[in-house]
């Protein structure tokens, strides 16, 4: 198990590097000389040279890479030319925003993927076959559907046409104040704080993209779920215990149990998937977050804000990969004997 | 058919596996030293897992060995040249156990006999090469093969009779049969054993017989080489194995025939012991855990196959050798061994 | 002499969803290809008012620049199924063959090439993409270069794992025997035997490309105003959905989520066929 962990992250170094890497290239790609960038296009030949000898441009790659890296670990991600601040500081600020859509919209997604999977897996009469069927239909048009499509179809039903929801705009009304910032997730800080007011007006602009982003992402991990229950409950124990007359609690927990592997990978790749699915509902309901902050990056060609958005939600991703890997390691007694799946 | 000219030939053949996750080897195959003369059979018998495919396969230059060499015509497989290597390749062919999943089941079954032909560019035309594929199938008996035949269009015996055409079409001089009949019904396992003894009546062709069939090795070998956990441990003319199994294993193994389970040699219960695993080989003799006759002298050392007195007869038993006449040899060997 | 005799007779089994997606995704390519016969007006020039809603003259309304939408919405999968269907056969091309190096060169390069793969797969899809085009501008090669770079690793693991598998079987030792080379084993049989899956999860890339290249449209990195294109159409008109002018957003969403469906069957169906027949092989 030590050993296992040992070696998931001696890996994880070569992996990340391979991330900056990319992510160096991505400047590379970028049109125009960065020299230039940055003095503005008044500027003379001479200086623009100047700065480039200076900034070490005309340097072989290996070096720029290195001196790239050097900034990396100093937690220098350049600076946005939009905001004028570092891009390390920009995303900080923003980070908490978009974290906390994703994973409220995670969790939900993941109880209501499990619930109704596991009444599916139990379901064996006509109900369950009619679920299957709404289940089936359900997962192809959630697959098919664009998320900032839906997300702005809600926006049209609830808001403008049953006015129900408030204004999608933003996390909290600023007419109830402003929150005092702990750690930047307007919903745990206004809970710390208790500051109401706030925290309703929260909820109320939270509902919406939560709602566009767990209908859209609920599907896939709902089927995991529902397939993976299905064949454990017919796999020979289970039976084994039902003969037994042991309680259907029991069952369901066995069930579950077996049926945990595959379903905590498939969970733990949507979270990363839930990243990418944020940016353009954060533009569409105004977030503030990192998604709408690389979206804006886009359309004002800030290169560094964006080549920052991209290499901290690769990290992420692989941390979160990473954790895959323990808590398979953890749950999968095979796995743990073994010293490893992949 | 059987002559002295030796076609192929295997020395101190040893395969190790790596254990994923750990710093252990599965020792598959230990030490195996074969010899194959022109037109004969040697049978390999041995329990699952003894590594019979693995020899079979490290032949077929499909595995490499973690060392040892194997010799066709003179020369060592790894000091090849291209043309001897495509040499190699026509003269060495094989049929597999599962008639099925040897076939390509994406590919008429025809392409799948003429592929030899045209890797290796033995065929001049691709209509020349279709039609040796054709004349192929027809001698292991398969007429009304058409270009569309595939795999699943055949029942079990004809797909393996495919295989046996595939493997005679570039004339090899050498096949390596891994079990080539246990997946067949009895009836099917004749048909397919006529045609192989054919084919060696009229090509001279010599066979590497893998199999857990007794009654095939009386039948069609010359030689019989029984393998345990990796290692040959009594090896001789098919006769002297049967009449006079020098090897405590071989003993059970062939007691088992006089009410022999039909299909499987590991079938009975006459073994008693845990195996050891092949991960884990104890120190001295692998058998010594099941034999009946072990001692302490057992446990020190591995015995080496040694000729008994019987020109040909080897066998790996410190017991049985000392049994045998050459009382003398048994005793060194036993000083020799602290 | 014994005369074959087939062992199974290969019967027509039910497979509704490759019948009905393959029926949808004709009819969806016969529209682009008929596009400049069913569509009412030009998609590209004013034709009526601004945000004229559903109407006889403009069958599915005008946008907020007065191009009629039904026309648009008709055009548009010239360019869609155009970036999503090359970039899908070249992320294939590309992943295919580095997929199936991984899986059968022993060892080390197989591990480096898989790892490699796990690095790029780590970026998230959406945002790498968008990025890419932000970066070196949302021209139609452009689209397709980054479609086929982003989707490559999803065929590059596919065709790993299938190597991974189809290496244990004895026709492939058997290929080795009739003295195939690597590389022949590999395009010979390997991809062969690796087809279904490929063409199942190259339908399914189809649909996720025409999303994606939606996606970035709307954010403006994508397929440039005012080409008719759903994405463009749908970001073009995002603002009336705030205020009531639904019909820009709607129509355009709706005709991409069908098209994703139709694929979605087809490659459900694939994979229903191809479970069918390895049942009766
Ligand atoms: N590719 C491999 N990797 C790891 N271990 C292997 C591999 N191939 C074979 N082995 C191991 O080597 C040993 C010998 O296997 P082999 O297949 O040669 O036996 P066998 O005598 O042919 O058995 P059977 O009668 O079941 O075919 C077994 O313990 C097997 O698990
Ligand atoms: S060497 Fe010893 S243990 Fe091995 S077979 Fe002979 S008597 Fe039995
Ligand atoms: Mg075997």
Redesign the pocket.
């Known amino acids: 198990m030590s050993r296992l962990i040992g070696r998931r992250l001696a890996l994880l170094v070569p992996q990340l590097l391979l991330i900056c890497f990319v992510s160096f290239l991505l400047i590379q790609l970028t049109p125009g000389s960065q020299a230039r960038a940055q003095l503005g296009s008044s500027a003379s030949d001479e200086a623009v040279a100047a700065l480039e000898d200076e900034l070490g441009l005309n340097d072989p790659w290996p070096a720029q890479f290195v001196r790239y890296l050097g900034g990396l670990l100093r937690g220098d991600l350049g600076t946005s030319w939009t905001t004028g601040q570092p891009v390390l500081d920009d995303i900080a600020r923003r980070a908490p925003a978009t974290l906390e859509l994703i994973t409220v919209s995670f969790a939900v997604i993941i109880v209501l993927a499990l619930l109704l999977g596991l009444a599916g897996g139990f379901a064996r009469n006509l109900l369950g076959r009619i679920g299957d069927k709404i289940s089936y239909v359900y997962s192809l048009m959630a697959g098919a559907v664009p998320d900032f499509w839906f997300a702005m179809i809600m926006v049209f039903v609830f808001y403008y046409t049953f006015p129900i929801a408030v204004a999608p705009v933003g996390q909290y009304d600023e007419a109830f104040g402003t929150p005092a910032v702990i750690t930047g997730s307007v919903l745990i800080d206004t809970i710390v704080t208790g500051d109401v007011p706030v925290l309703v007006s929260h909820l109320d602009h939270l509902i919406l993209p939560v709602l566009a982003l767990v209908f859209i992402n609920t599907a896939p991990i709902l089927r995991m779920v529902r397939s993976s229950v299905g064949e454990a409950l017919t796999s020979g124990y289970i039976t084994l215990a039902r003969a037994n007359g042991l309680p259907q609690r029991r069952i369901v927990g066995y069930a579950l149990r077996s049926a945990l592997p595959p379903i905590v990978t498939l969970a733990g790749v949507w979270y990363t998937m839930l990243i990418a699915g944020a940016v353009l509902t954060e533009t569409i309901f105004s977030w503030g977050g990192v998604g709408q902050y690389a979206v804006q990056a886009v359309q004002s060609a800030d290169w560094a804000a964006l080549q920052g958005v991209v290499l901290l939600a690769a990290l992420l991703s692989l941390l979160v990969y990473l954790a895959i890997d323990l808590v398979h390691a953890w749950i999968d007694p095979r796995v743990r004997a073994s010293g490893g799946t992949r | 058919m059987t002559n002295d000219e030796t076609v192929l030939e295997c020395a101190e053949l040893v395969r190790h ?1 790596p254990v994923k996750g750990s710093d252990k080897v ?1 020792q ?2 230990n030490d195996v030293s074969l010899t194959f003369g022109a037109g004969e059979t040697v049978a390999l018998v ?10 079979g396969r490290m032949i077929l230059g499909l595995l490499a060995p973690t060392s040892g060499r194997i010799v066709y015509q003179g020369t060592a497989l790894d000091e090849m040249d291209r043309r001897q290597r495509r040499d190699f390749r026509a003269g060495v062919q094989a049929v597999f156990q599962d008639p099925y999943d040897s076939l390509d089941p994406r590919r008429p079954v025809l392409a799948s006999v003429r592929e030899p032909l045209r890797r290796l560019e033995l065929e001049e035309s691709a209509r020349d090469g279709t039609r040796r594929a054709m004349a192929a199938l027809e001698a292991v008996g398969l007429a009304g093969i058409t270009p569309k035949t595939r795999p699943h269009d055949l029942s079990g015996s004809a797909c393996q009779r495919v295989g046996i055409a595939r493997a005679l079409v570039t004339r090899p001089r050498f096949i390596v049969l891994d ?1 080539p009949t246990s997946a067949l019904s009895p009836i099917a396992r004749a048909e397919v054993m006529r045609s192989l003894h054919d084919v060696q009546q009229s090509t001279g062709v010599s066979y590497l017989f ?1 199999t ?1 069939d007794l009654a095939v090795v009386e039948s069609l070998a010359h030689r019989v080489a029984v ?1 345990y956990l ?1 290692r040959v441990v009594e090896a001789a003319a098919a006769g002297d194995v049967f009449g006079r199994r020098l090897h405590p294993y071989t003993e059970a193994l062939l007691g088992s025939v006089l009410f022999p389970d039909p299909d499987r040699l590991d079938g009975f219960g006459v073994l008693r012991g845990e195996i050891p695993s ?1 991960i884990d080989l104890p120190p001295g003799c692998a058998f010594a855990s099941r034999c009946a006759i072990a001692g302490d002298d057992c446990r020190t050392a591995v015995p080496p196959l040694i000729d008994d007195a019987v020109a040909g007869h080897h066998v790996a038993c410190i017991r049985q050798l000392s049994r045998s006449r050459d009382r003398q040899l048994a005793s060194t060997l036993r000083k020799e061994t602290p | 002499m014994t005369t074959v005799a087939p062992t199974s007779t290969p019967t027509r089994r039910r497979n509704p969803q490759l019948l009905i997606g393959l029926t949808a995704v004709a009819v969806i390519l016969l529209v682009a290809l008929l596009a400049p016969l069913l569509a009412t007006h030009d998609p590209v020039r004013v034709s009526g008012a601004v945000l004229q809603p559903p109407s006889g003259e403009h069958w599915l309304g005008t946008d907020r620049s007065g191009l009629d939408i039904f026309s648009r919405v008709v055009y548009a999968p010239r360019v869609d199924l155009l970036l999503a269907g090359v970039g899908t056969l070249l992320a294939a091309l590309l992943g295919v063959p580095l997929g199936a190096l991984a899986g059968y060169a022993p060892g080390i390069v197989g591990e480096a090439i898989s790892r490699t793969l796990d690095v790029v797969q780590a970026f998230p899809f959406f945002i790498l993409a968008m990025c890419l085009l932000g970066i070196v501008g949302g021209s139609l090669p452009n689209i397709i270069a980054v479609l086929a770079i982003v989707n490559a690793p999803i065929y590059a693991r596919l065709m790993h794992s299938q190597t991974r598998t189809l290496r244990g079987r004895m026709f492939i030792d058997a290929a080795r025997v009739s003295g195939c080379r690597p590389r022949q084993v590999i395009l010979g049989h390997i991809v062969p035997n690796s087809l279904s899956p490929i063409l199942a999860q190259m339908s399914v890339t189809l649909g996720m490309s025409i999303i994606l290249v939606a996606g970035v449209s709307f954010v403006g990195a994508g397929v440039e105003p005012p080409t008719a294109e759903w994405g463009v159409m749908i970001g073009d008109g995002s603002g009336g959905m705030f205020t009531g002018q639904w019909w820009p957003v709607v129509f355009p969403g709706i005709a991409l989520a069908l098209t994703v469906v139709a694929f979605a069957l087809v490659s459900n169906g694939i994979t229903v066929a191809n479970q069918q027949r390895s049942r009766r092989a």
């Not at chain 2, 041995?46 to 020899?55: A, F, L, P, R």
């Open positions: 596996f599965v598959a195959v041995g329990e699952s897992g003894s590594g019979k495919t693995t020899v079990e893998i857990h393998m990796g092949p």
